[in-house]
Structures are given as structure tokens and as C-alpha cells.
């Protein structure tokens, strides 16, 4: 049996050693250190733990909630039927002090004071604030004490949420000091609510939410948008429904009188969550390990819970004493009569901060307990837990830019426990909203100027904020249709978009579902490859259905400052569009994680309809219009499935230049007379640059074109890929051959590159959109690039003979890579042991020019067999995408050299449809910084290294001296590399010498070996 020990730094103050301890009373009347001396016993002393006790069954509320006023009692436990407790008794009085990490001890409460009236923490504790017993039908029954003076109205009211340590003594003197000693712990609870005076940044044109910190956070909380502060609004604040919306993951409407939004909490049933904070994952405990150091929880999965988060474990955990297992699940059960457990009130929580484990599956918590380790066990299917930490509400929050600016005042967050009935007690700060930066360039081409009827078209726009290079976190790109019923998005396969895909579904896949082509002048790092695409569930607010379809990129991989970008995918317009009507939306995101309500640029996309002032209707009747356009040159290649489009393989002319052959079927009573305007574009539309051509009539007909080369959009676009003709006929019984010689060739090649064309009658008053529908020609499909990542520190950690390594790949596809192709990867013969590939490691910042572009193939599928493998895509992977992969293998038992000709890795992408296989070695893209190769050397260890001399002093400049022992020789291109841990610095210039000369003579280093000089 012991007294309570002293209280240990860092761990939780509690005597956890039992639910109780006995000890008998002896007396002894002399002589009482000899052996031989007589003792009686004379009587007991029971030490009882310290609980709270429930005073609901008093008729009071408890103190749990800032801001709202409660009683705090103590609990005699089964004592109280005895008699009254030593030292807790009628008479004794409390301080409540601060404690927000669990650790104030009795010198703590003896030096906190009160001044009546001026105390910012609590309101209603006095100098001397004393207990009453509250007597029931004897003055023992309840065996409750109540710090309340006796009188029910004296309630404590706590102005600040946190942890609170009640500090107790037992006899008071007029002069407000403790007869009894010091002031002691002997109870902890938590406060419930926000941590005050947060604040928040967030940028109009998107959705957003409110994610705060605080203490005891319920899912039952709510918050309130508040014109005025908090305080002035009392139980009831002012509401700011007219600037926010909520509900925007299906229907925005105002918030309405009330002006509730509803938060939620992470628990081990809400685990990565979509922003409905629907489907969700389970993440349990299912051990609990304690020992001298603390305790070690493991997880089913990553719990996604950080540094200091306040977690309460559920009651589906058993062993340790009562009090042992109280305080490991952060939860103390209130005490009624005569100590028992009380059931007509929620536990009070002190929440356990959580510590980083030895990976993602383990956390530990700091509790030390002072007798040996109790064992701790989960039921079968694990213990439950509750973040009360932190709260969010859903991304359903919408601030319109029509109501709501850069000059709208902040408003205040109220917060109000959901255990608290209606008063809003306490305020969480204030948001400010704010205009994103207008991005510098955008606009929306629209191939053909008709309405209600599916055209391609193609955004282009240019980034210009250099704010991008400091994001380091997941980012996003998003195209906002403003209103559908002007601008509608179509898929790919000219299906509309009507539901949506919360995130927790998003897909690379998704991404070849509307994105038909995508460009970058970025050639190195290509169009920023997704990690995954989603279509957001479409909105509605005052009457207008919004809708966003979402790109997310991994970190260092998404937009970049001051670039061109193009996008290309189906829309319908309605008749009401008219030339530089706004028709949607460009927004790029910060940091997804540090910054998710901000917005880096956000831009209308004018419409441009390349000479119409406004969309009119499709052709019909007698209108102009085309039968079809085809080519009529080229080597014929494939069929596509069904016989619908047949592959023409085109060759290039002894200049390297490319002729084409097209021509122009009118039909019947729709002819195009020579006042009509035909536009001939190729696709893939942000692929091909016409240049300097000529076009020339070489049917039996008589025609004379005229012909003039355009971009698509001139305000970014960089492509004149569209060959505006004027003065032509072509009706039923003319159909001219036009010939077009001097085409530049792509960039990059193409699959099924095709001819469309748009006619438009004089005064554009009609307008039709055709593509061929045979005849596609196929011209110069280039095999990806592909390199192995050879800056230091980016992958092949052990590049020694027989070690197991790991190799970083980048792939750059020239071509797209449809679903059902096919990407090959192969490695030299002398590896082994290989590995399937996957990703790159979560927020991998390579050693390349910032940020490097690219991201990791999700979705398909792998094989491997032996070190060859094959990747199969689930959805496109469009041309231009730039992807990295690691490789894990074992290196040969033997040295490997750059220049061996054994050492070569080959790539391939397969189509099956268009029966076509492009293959190369690994080579670097030409413009690639220098850090990237084609293959990868292996390399026996040095035999010794050493540095001298072995300490250096601190914040100095030091010399070193380096010896090294190489067992292999070192060509004259080689070179010896010399690392330093994280934070030393060479200096740049770095200044190197050879050693002393009586070193060389003498020798040094290891056994002072005799010294060469390096070559």
C-alpha cells in the first residue's frame, strides 16, 4: 500500500493504482521503535479515488459546456455511509484553473488567483467558494458534495473551452488561504467548445467549407453564419442567410432563419469520408499495448489521426482497474449515490492526445500508469473512438459572387453544443471572403456556332500567379459550367451529364470520360496527369443549375505559373449565346490540405465563336451543308471494330513535310455556293500546326479556293490548325479534291486523326458540324518516352551488385492510350526478383526542376512476368500525360556499366484496334533537365571511406579531409560524388584542394594507408 505519488512531467495526473486501498490505524503509547513494543489497532483509513458526481439527480446541470452555467459536485463514494470523508466535508472550497495539456499540479492551484468580477476563465467562483452537503433523507444518503454554498442558484460559468483542472481545499480561512495545506488536483473535465478567435480566408466562386479546433466536439454541434459578433446576438445571433448557402452537394438554398449548419466529427466510423460525409470507412482498434513509456494503439487501417488530436476510445475495451481504464479511454463515468456509476448522465471526457506511431496502423498515447502495466483487450470486432478535437461541416457551403465580395465586412462563426439545447455560447472566429486573382487569359472556342446540338470545343487559358511553386499539397483544377441551361457539358460519347461523382468515387478513369484532348506548352512536363477526375453533383441555386467537373493532381504535379493550357471536350449551347457571353469558369486550387477554401486564379472563359456574333441553328432543309469530308490519300492500315472508320497510314514526302487529299461531298438540294464559308479543322485539335501550305483545286470540276490558316482561338492557343475556305461550290454533282501540301508535322504523332469542317451559310445564319466518318489517316505514332529518374535521392537507394534497389520511371506518352492498349515495360536481363509497380511515395518531391510534372497511373491493371511488365488503362491516358512509376528488383552480382551493351531498357504501347505497336529504348525527352537517364549503373561499394576530423564545431565553417578506398576502376568521365547530411552546406562556390603534400609522402587515413592523388 502507498500514498499517492508525486506527479510525473508529461503523463496524466491521476492515481490510477485501484479503485480503492485500505490501511489499518496503530497505536502504540511508548518505546515504540523497539521490537518488543506493544501496538493497537485503534482503527482503518480507506483511500477512495475522486470522482465527479452527478448532480442531474439534484435537480442541477452539470458544468460541461462554455458558456453555460453548472454545478460541480464530488462524489464520497461508498465512504460517505461511514462517515464524512477526511478532508472532504461541508466547508471545503474549489478553484478551477486552465489546464490545457493535463498537467497542472498542486503548486499550480495554489498560485491561481480570482478577483471577483475580473476573471476571463470562469464567472461565479469567488475567493471562497465552499461546499454544502446536499442532504437528502439523512445527511449522509446522497453522500454528494456541492460547490454551491448551499444555495442552487450559485452556478459556475466557464468563458473559455478546454481542459479544466478543479483544484480543492478543505478548510478555508477568512483570509481566502488554505488551513490545510496547498491547494490539490483532484478532478479533470473538459469544457466543451471551440477554441476562440480562429479565422478563415476563402475565395469566392467555389464550394467550401468550415473545418475548426476545439475541445469535447460533438457530430451533434452546430455552427451559424453571424452578421454581428457573436455575443451581441446572445442565444440567438444574427443570421447571415442571404450571403451563405448551404446544401450545395445537392440543392443550395439559403440557410434560412434558423441558420444551423451541421458539423461532424472523425471517429473510427467516419474514416475518409466524401465531402457529404457519406461513405465512409471503419478503422477500429483492435490492441492495446502499455508499458513504462506509454500506451500503443494499433489500427485496422491509417486512422488519419495527427499530432495532438484528442481522441475518447469507446467502451469496447476491457481490463486494468476501473479507474485504469476510465482514464485510458479518456471518459470518467459521474458518480451517484454512494459512488456508483450514474446512467442519467453522459460521461465527462478528458480527451488523450494522440503521438505518432511507428507507421500508419499505430499511435500512442501518453499515459503511464504508476503500478506495473495493465493488460488491456478489444472486443472481436475492435474498439470504437471519437476525435473531439477538431469538427468540420461538409463542402456544401457556397458564397455567391453575386451577393457576396472582396468588401463584404467578415462574419462570425457561432457555435452551439448540440447537448446545450438552442443558446449559442460561444464564437469560433470570423471568415472573410475574398476574390481569388483573375487569371490572366481564358476563353472558350466553339468549333461551330450552333445551338442545341453537340460541337467540340476547346478552353484555353494561361496561368500567371507565381504562387503556384510554393504549393506542396494535392491541388486541383475545375471547369464551373455557370448555368446549364446555357452552357451544357456532354461526354465523350455525347451522353449528358446530369448526376455526379462524390470524391471518394473519383477516377482516373473519369477523366477520359470528358476530356477528349488536353495540351500544354509545357513540353517537358506536358498537361498535368490527374490523379483522379470527378463530374460534382450538379447544383441549383435560384433556379440555376451549376455544375463542376473536378481534376485533381498529386503534390508538385498540377498547373504551373505563367503557362498555356488548352482542354478539349463536347458542349451544347443554348440560341441565347452570344460572342463573349461568359460560359464558364476556370478555377485552380491551393493546397487541398493547409489552404482548402482558397483559390489560387479564377477566370470567365468568354465564349468565342470565330466570326458569328452569336449561335444560331443547325443546318436543315436546303441550308448548305456537307454529305461528308474524307481523305483520299494514304496506305490503308486498319478497320476499326464494326468497319465504321478505316485507318489510312500516311507517309511523308521527300521535303518531311505531309500532303493531304481531301474531299467534299455535297448532296442534293443543300448546296454550298460560293457565299457560304467552310472551315476544315484537324483533329486532334490541339495537336497539328498547319504552317505554310498550299491549297489548290484538283477535281474535274472547276473551283478556286481561297484559303487562309487560323487558330482556333488567337487569344492563347498557339495551334493554326483550322483552313478557312472561301469561294467554294460543292453541291451534288460537285464534290472538289482539295489538295493540301506543306503540312508541318505533330509534335508528338496521333491516333485516329481526322477532318471536320464547318459550314456556314451567309450572315451565318445556319451552321453545320461534320467530321469524316472514313478515311482517318494515321501518321508517324511515336512510342512514349520513357527514363529512368536519376537525380540523387529520387529512387535506386542500394545501387550496389547484389543488393535489392528500387528504380523511379517516368513515362511521357506521345500518343494517347486508349482502354484496351496496352503499355510494356522491359527490363535488362540481368535483373531479378522485380516487383509490380506503384506510385510514387504519398508527397515524393523529386530532385528536378520544381514542380516536375507528372503524376501515377491509377485504375488499371498490371501484370508482370519475370522483369517485363504490362500496363492495361481503365479509361484514356491522353496524349502528352507525363506519369511516374517505381520498380522494385534486384541488381546482378556483378558490376554494370552506363555504356554495357546488356544495359537497355525498352518501352511499348500496343492499340489492338488500330493493330499498331510503337516501341523504343528508354531515351530522355530532348528538352528534359539533366536529370534523368536511360538506364541505371551498378557499382561495387567502396572498400573505405572516412572523414576527418570526426567532430566539427557547430554554426562554423570546417575543413574536411576525405579519404576513400576504391576497389574498381573509375573511367575518365567518372566522377566522385560527395553527400552531406541534411543541413551542412558546401558553399557555392565549394572550395576543394588537394590534401598536405607530406600526406601523399607519408600517407593518412584509414592505417595511414599511402595516398594517391585523383587523376
Excluded at 799 to 826: C, K, Q
Aim: aromatic share 8%; with cysteine; charged share 15%.
Amino acid at each position: 500500500w502507498a500514498w499517492v505519488p508525486e506527479e510525473q512531467a508529461g503523463v496524466e495526473r491521476l492515481d490510477v493504482r485501484g479503485a480503492g486501498q485500505k490501511a489499518d490505524a496503530c497505536y502504540c503509547d511508548g518505546d515504540c521503535e523497539l521490537p518488543e513494543a506493544t501496538w493497537f489497532k485503534v482503527g482503518e483509513v480507506s483511500v477512495e479515488p475522486v470522482y465527479l458526481a452527478d448532480v442531474s439527480g439534484q435537480g442541477l446541470a452539470p458544468l460541461s459546456v462554455v458558456g453555460i452555467a453548472g454545478t460541480i459536485g464530488i462524489s464520497l463514494g461508498s465512504v460517505a455511509a461511514q462517515g464524512i470523508a477526511l478532508g472532504y466535508a461541508p466547508g471545503g472550497s474549489i478553484k478551477l484553473i486552465p489546464d490545457p495539456w493535463a498537467n497542472a499540479t498542486s503548486s499550480d492551484c495554489q498560485a491561481a488567483t480570482y478577483v471577483d468580477g475580473d476573471d476571463h476563465f470562469v464567472i461565479g467562483l469567488h475567493s471562497v467558494h465552499q461546499a454544502s452537503l446536499r442532504e437528502a433523507a439523512s445527511v449522509h444518503d446522497d453522500g454528494i458534495l456541492l460547490f454551491n454554498r448551499g444555495d442552487a442558484t450559485r452556478t459556475i460559468t466557464v468563458t473559455s473551452a478546454g481542459v479544466a483542472a478543479v483544484c480543492y481545499c478543505s478548510s478555508m480561512d477568512e483570509s481566502g488561504s488554505c488551513n490545510a495545506g496547498p491547494f490539490s488536483v483532484i478532478a479533470r473535465l473538459t469544457i466543451r467548445g471551440p477554441t476562440p478567435g480562429q479565422s478563415w480566408t476563402i475565395t469566392t466562386h467555389g464550394l467550401f467549407l468550415i473545418d475548426y479546433i476545439g475541445y469535447g466536439l460533438m457530430d451533434t454541434d452546430t455552427l451559424r453564419f453571424s452578421v454581428e459578433p457573436c455575443s451581441e446576438g446572445g442565444s440567438e445571433p444574427l443570421h447571415a442567410e442571404s450571403l451563405v448557402v448551404a446544401g450545395c452537394l445537392e440543392t443550395c438554398s439559403k440557410i434560412g432563419n434558423s441558420g444551423d449548419i451541421a458539423t461532424f466529427v472523425l471517429s473510427s466510423t467516419t474514416v475518409g469520408c466524401d465531402d457529404s460525409w457519406r461513405n465512409c470507412n471503419t478503422v477500429n482498434i483492435t490492441t492495446i499495448s502499455s508499458d513504462t513509456e506509454g500506451v500503443e494503439l494499433g489500427f485496422t487501417g491509417d486512422p488519419l489521426l495527427g499530432l495532438g488530436d484528442g481522441i475518447v476510445i469507446g467502451p469496447e475495451v476491457s481490463g486494468g482497474t476501473t479507474l485504469q481504464l476510465e482514464s485510458l479511454r479518456g471518459s470518467f463515468s459521474f458518480r451517484s449515490k454512494g459512488g456508483g456509476v450514474s446512467n442519467s448522465s453522459d460521461p465527462y471526457i478528458v480527451a488523450q492526445p494522440v503521438m505518432l506511431g511507428r507507421n500508419e496502423l499505430y499511435r500512442r498515447l501518453p499515459i503511464v500508469f504508476d503500478d506495473a502495466p495493465p493488460f488491456f483487450s478489444t472486443s472481436s470486432s475492435g474498439a470504437s473512438w471519437v476525435r473531439h478535437s477538431q469538427a468540420t461541416t461538409r463542402r456544401e457551403l457556397l458564397a455567391p459572387d453575386s451577393v457576396i465580395g472582396a468588401t463584404t465586412p467578415p462574419l462570425h462563426i457561432c457555435w452551439r453544443s448540440g447537448s446545450a439545447g438552442e443558446a449559442y455560447t460561444a464564437e469560433v472566429g470570423t471568415v472573410v471572403f475574398t476574390d481569388p486573382p483573375v487569371i490572366p487569359q481564358a476563353a472558350l472556342a466553339l468549333l461551330a456556332p450552333i445551338s442545341d446540338q453537340t460541337v467540340p470545343a476547346v478552353l484555353s487559358f494561361q496561368t500567371g500567379n507565381e504562387a503556384y511553386a510554393a504549393i506542396e499539397g494535392d491541388t486541383t483544377l475545375v471547369v464551373s459550367f455557370i448555368d446549364m441551361d446555357l452552357v451544357a457539358p456532354r461526354t465523350v460519347a455525347d451522353m449528358p451529364v446530369e448526376g455526379g461523382v462524390l470524391r471518394s468515387a473519383a477516377a482516373q478513369k473519369n477523366c477520359g470520360e470528358f476530356i477528349m484532348e488536353a495540351w500544354s506548352d509545357q513540353q517537358f512536363n506536358g498537361f498535368p496527369f490527374p490523379r483522379h477526375c470527378r463530374f460534382r453533383p450538379v447544383v441549383t441555386y435560384d433556379g440555376i443549375r451549376m455544375f463542376d467537373f473536378e481534376m485533381e493532381f498529386d503534390p508538385h504535379s498540377g498547373v504551373v505559373a505563367s503557362s498555356k493550357y488548352q482542354i478539349v471536350f463536347n458542349l451544347r449551347v443554348a440560341s441565347s449565346m452570344a460572342e463573349g457571353a461568359h460560359a464558364l469558369r476556370v478555377i485552380t486550387s491551393s493546397d487541398l490540405t493547409k489552404h482548402p477554401n482558397t483559390a489560387v486564379e479564377a477566370g470567365f472563359a468568354p465564349l468565342r465563336l470565330r466570326g458569328a456574333t452569336s449561335v444560331g441553328p443547325a443546318a436543315s432543309g436546303s441550308d448548305p451543308q456537307l454529305e461528308s469530308i474524307q481523305f483520299l490519300n494514304g496506305v490503308p492500315h486498319a478497320t476499326l471494330a464494326g468497319g465504321e472508320l478505316e485507318i489510312l497510314r500516311l507517309e511523308l514526302e521527300e521535303s518531311g513535310t505531309l500532303d493531304l487529299k481531301l474531299q467534299l461531298r455535297g448532296s442534293s438540294g443543300r448546296h454550298i455556293e460560293a457565299d457560304s464559308e467552310v472551315r476544315v479543322i484537324f483533329r486532334p485539335f490541339t495537336q497539328w500546326h498547319l504552317g505554310a501550305l498550299s491549297v489548290e483545286c484538283v477535281s474535274s470540276q472547276t473551283c478556286s479556293p481561297v484559303a487562309e490558316v487560323e487558330s482556333i482561338d488567337a487569344d492563347v492557343g498557339q495551334q493554326r490548325n483550322s483552313l478557312r475556305l472561301s469561294n467554294m461550290v460543292v453541291s451534288d454533282d460537285v464534290w472538289p479534291v482539295i489538295s493540301i501540301s506543306g503540312l508541318a508535322q505533330i509534335r508528338g504523332g496521333m491516333f485516329q486523326a481526322r477532318a471536320a469542317a464547318v459550314v456556314s451559310s451567309a450572315g451565318w445564319t445556319s451552321s453545320q458540324y461534320v467530321e469524316n466518318t472514313s478515311g482517318a489517316v494515321l501518321h508517324q505514332a511515336m512510342a512514349p518516352y520513357a527514363m529512368i529518374v536519376s537525380s540523387r535521392g529520387d529512387g535506386n537507394p542500394n545501387p550496389f551488385v547484389n543488393a535489392d534497389n528500387e528504380l523511379w520511371l517516368r513515362i511521357i506518352f506521345a500518343s494517347a492510350l486508349m482502354p484496351g492498349s496496352m503499355l510494356s515495360i522491359t527490363a535488362p536481363t540481368f535483373y531479378s526478383d522485380c516487383t509490380i509497380p506503384e506510385p510514387l511515395p504519398v508527397g515524393a518531391l523529386l530532385n528536378v526542376s520544381y514542380p516536375y510534372g507528372g503524376g501515377a497511373l491509377r485504375g488499371g491493371s498490371w501484370m508482370m512476368e519475370a522483369c517485363q511488365w504490362q500496363y492495361i488503362p481503365s479509361g484514356v491516358v491522353l496524349a502528352g500525360s507525363s506519369v511516374y512509376i517505381r520498380l522494385g528488383l534486384k541488381n546482378p552480382a556483378y558490376t554494370v556499366g552506363r555504356g554495357n551493351v546488356s544495359n537497355m531498357w525498352s518501352v511499348s504501347a500496343t492499340d489492338i484496334n488500330l493493330n499498331l505497336e510503337m516501341h523504343s529504348i528508354f531515351r530522355t525527352f530532348p528538352d528534359a533537365p539533366g536529370m534523368f537517364a536511360v538506364n541505371s549503373v551498378v557499382v561495387l561499394p567502396m572498400a573505405s571511406a572516412q572523414i576527418m576530423p570526426a567532430g566539427l564545431t557547430l554554426g562554423m565553417f570546417n575543413a574536411l579531409s576525405i579519404y576513400i578506398e576504391i576497389s574498381a576502376g573509375v573511367s575518365p568521365s567518372g566522377f566522385v560524388q560527395v553527400e552531406s547530411p541534411q543541413g551542412f552546406d558546401f558553399g557555392n562556390p565549394c572550395n576543394i584542394s588537394e590534401l598536405e603534400d607530406e600526406l601523399y609522402r607519408w600517407g593518412g587515413g584509414g592505417a595511414y594507408a599511402l595516398l594517391d592523388r585523383l587523376p
